[in-house]
């Protein structure tokens, strides 16, 4: 659970550059505790863990583009209940998002609970990925299929000089050999009369 000073107004308000910025501080707990919940972020956590450091960018986002929030807003936050956030941590986590999306399943599943705005990237990226997947597979196979045909290579290179011409007459006369023999085929024939009683 989060805590808050006593004097914590539900609206906190912040004069920028001669504009004023409000942004609203009962929302930014309801969406920090909704995010928790999904994530099982620690937002008291330090640690620069690839995972952590996504989720907290995340987070930072849904602040500023839910909530109405700047770098600065997000800090003071942070500080209200306890935790130091560096401003230009939070800038340059917010500059990532995008890497982050198209990186990490887990960063792209819960952002787009949040964000609609992103659905299609995530299917090209998908798509981009599987054909990527069926290539590699089409070079593999591929590639233990020319391992297959290499075994003949192989064979001919420890075949000694003067038994060369016997070796390919008789790979020779095999391979025609397979166009000549004729394919076995048998009918079994299903007789409905019986033999009963036939002499000769």
């Not at 942004?23 to 008291?44: H, R, W």
């Not at 583009?65 to 500080?79: A, K, L, P, V």
């Not at 007459?169 to 025609?176: A, S, T």
Request: charged letters at 35%; a positive charge; proline letters at 0%.
């Amino acid at each position: 659970m989060l805590r808050y000073g006593k004097n914590t107004k539900k609206y906190k308000t912040e004069i920028t550059m001669g504009k004023i910025r409000t942004y609203n501080v009962e929302a930014a707990k309801q969406l920090s505790e909704k995010f928790v919940e999904i994530t099982g972020l620690d937002l008291t956590s330090k640690t620069r863990y690839q995972e952590e450091s996504y989720l907290r960018a995340l987070l930072y986002k849904i602040m500023v583009d839910i909530n109405g929030m700047n770098d600065r807003m997000i800090s003071e936050w942070f500080q209200d209940i306890g935790v130091k956030r560096n401003r230009s941590s939070i800038f340059h986590a917010l500059r990532k998002i995008n890497v982050y999306y198209e990186n990490y399943v887990k960063f792209r599943n819960v952002y787009d609970l949040f964000f609609d705005d992103k659905k299609r990237q995530r299917e090209r990226i998908e798509s981009r990925r599987s054909e990527r997947v069926r290539i590699i597979n089409e070079r593999i196979a591929k590639k233990l299929e020319t391992g297959e045909r290499n075994k003949i290579h192989e064979l001919a290179d420890v075949i000694p000089d003067d038994r060369i011409d016997e070796m390919y007459e008789m790979m020779n006369l095999r391979i025609k050999s397979w166009q000549w023999k004729s394919k076995d085929k048998c009918e079994v024939i299903d007789s409905s009369t019986s033999m009963e009683g036939m002499h000769w």
